[in-house]
């Protein structure tokens, strides 16, 4: 996640704490290729079938981050986090959503061709990880973060620890832990 200016992102993100107006059209271009390349790699563990897109996801996003006029930038990585969060929560939701209508929820009759052309399968494993890192956070909030941070944000190593106000050599030991132990409450499911 290699953006040309990181110094003039942190600058639109205080400018646009401070009430600049026209800082987020400024920011925008900035950061929307590397939003877009997040929710590519976010998207491509999805698997087919998930139903959504990188693009409405990206929008999606946008769109929460605009409307997060309470948050109070500190800087590029600040702002990836609450992003790789904010997809999180989108994902998670999206899952849910297709899991309830699965069930039964919002029936609504098509015919067989048009069943056949839209897949209802929902995307489990969004929802079985995202309920193992709640309970990771409920124990060990960092380690929860650091995950949230790497596989939905896709932020580096230096990145995370950046964003945490840590070492990256305590990120990289709560990764591995982090990772282990989600792979182990994962097989339960």
Do not use: C
């Not at 990880?129 to 909030?141: I, K, P, S, Y």
Request: aromatic share 6%.
């Amino acid at each position: 996640m290699q953006e040309r200016a990181p110094q003039e992102i942190t600058q639109l993100l205080i400018a646009w704490n401070d009430g600049d107006a026209t800082a987020l059209d400024r920011l925008m271009p900035l950061v929307h290729d590397a939003l877009h390349q997040l929710a590519h790699q976010r998207m491509a563990r999805e698997g087919p079938g998930h139903g959504l897109q990188t693009t409405a996801l990206v929008n999606e996003a946008y769109l929460r981050l605009v409307d997060a006029s309470r948050v109070r930038w500190q800087n590029r990585a600040h702002f990836f986090a609450v992003s790789a969060r904010l997809m999180r929560y989108i994902l998670v939701d999206v899952a849910r959503a297709r899991r309830k209508l699965k069930r039964g929820g919002d029936v609504v009759q098509v015919s067989w061709d048009e069943a056949l052309a839209v897949s209802t399968t929902p995307s489990a494993d969004i929802i079985a990880l995202d309920d193992a890192l709640q309970t990771l956070a409920a124990f060990d909030e960092r380690k929860s973060r650091i995950v949230e941070l790497r596989f939905f944000g896709g932020l580096s190593v230096e990145e995370t620890a950046e964003v945490l106000k840590v070492s990256p050599r305590t990120v990289m030991r709560d990764w591995d832990l982090a990772k282990a132990w989600l792979l182990r409450e994962l097989e339960k499911t």
